[in-house]
T-cell receptor, first 110, second 111 residues
Framework: KAGVTQTPRYLIKTRGQQVTLSCSPISGHRSVSWYQQTPGQGLQFLFEYFSETQRNKGNFPGRFSGRQFSNSRSEMNVSTLELGDSALYLC?????????FGPGTRLLVL | GQQLNQSPQSMFIQEGEDVSMNCTSSSIFNTWLWYKQDPGEGPVLLIALYKAGELTSNGRLTAQFGITRKDSFLNISASIPSDVGIYFCAGKETSGSRLTFGEGTQLTVNP
C-alpha cells in the first residue's frame, strides 16, 4: 500500500501571496487531517476532512482553508501569506484507529 | 484547551543505554500514539495504544497507556545510533481524528 503523499515538498512564497498544498491519503482512508509544525508552537492541528466535509477545525485564522475531493485527496490553501506562516505542513491519513503522516511540505514565506 | 506535557525535552545517552520518556495530559484521551520524526520528514508511527493499562511492544520499544488515561510512557531499550530523532506523544479523543501533540523529546545517542 502506498503511503501518504504530499506535494510539493518545498515551496517559497512572498508575503501577501497565496499557496495551495496537496495531500493524497492512503488508499481506503477517508479522513485527512492537516497540521502545522513550527519550532515555537510545535505540531498544531489545522482541520480534518472526512467524506468531503470538514469535521473538525483548529484555532487558526480564516486565511487557512481546506477541502476534500470525492477520491479523498485533500488540499489546503493559505491566503495572504504572512512571515509567520513559514512552517512544515503535515497531512495525516486516518484509518479506523490511527493516523499516518506524509513527509510534509516545507513552506518558506519571504 | 488540552495540553500535553512531554518530558524530558532532550536526552543525551550512550549507545546501549535504555531510555524512558513520558507524557501527561490535563484531560482524558482514548488513544495514545507515539511517533518519531527525523529532520525534514513527517512523523512515523511507532506504537499505538487503545486501552487504559495497555502495554505494547514494537521491537526494542515499549509503551504503556496510563490507568488514569491521562498519561503514557515510552521506553527504548539498548539504544542504537539510528534511534536519534525527536519523539512525540499524541493523544486522541473518541470522535474525529484530531491529535494533540506533546512538545517532543530530542534524543541523541553517542556511539
Amino acid at each position: 500500500k502506498a503511503g501518504v503523499t504530499q506535494t510539493p515538498r518545498y515551496l517559497i512564497k512572498t508575503r501577501g501571496q497565496q499557496v495551495t498544498l496537496s495531500c493524497s491519503p492512503i488508499s481506503g482512508h477517508r479522513s485527512v487531517s492537516w497540521y502545522q509544525q513550527t519550532p515555537g508552537q510545535g505540531l498544531q492541528f489545522l482541520f480534518e476532512y472526512f467524506s468531503e466535509t470538514q469535521r473538525n477545525k483548529g484555532n487558526f485564522p480564516g486565511r487557512f482553508s481546506g477541502r476534500q475531493f470525492s477520491n479523498s485527496r485533500s488540499e489546503m490553501n493559505v491566503s495572504t501569506l504572512e512571515l509567520g506562516d513559514s512552517a512544515l505542513y503535515l497531512c495525516a491519513s486516518s484509518g479506523e484507529k490511527t493516523q499516518y503522516f506524509g513527509p510534509g511540505t516545507r513552506l518558506l514565506v519571504l | 484547551g488540552q495540553q500535553l506535557n512531554q518530558s524530558p525535552q532532550s536526552m543525551f545517552i550512550q549507545e546501549g543505554e535504555d531510555v524512558s520518556m513520558n507524557c501527561t495530559s490535563s484531560s482524558i484521551f482514548n488513544t495514545w500514539l507515539w511517533y518519531k520524526q527525523d529532520p525534514g520528514e513527517g512523523p512515523v508511527l511507532l506504537i499505538a495504544l487503545y486501552k487504559a493499562g495497555e502495554l505494547t511492544s514494537n521491537g526494542r520499544l515499549t509503551a504503556q497507556f496510563g490507568i488514569t488515561r491521562k498519561d503514557s510512557f515510552l521506553n527504548i531499550s539498548a539504544s542504537i545510533p539510528s534511534d536519534v530523532g525527536i519523539y512525540f506523544c499524541a493523544g486522541k479523543e473518541t470522535s474525529g481524528s484530531r491529535l494533540t501533540f506533546g512538545e517532543g523529546t530530542q534524543l541523541t545517542v553517542n556511539p
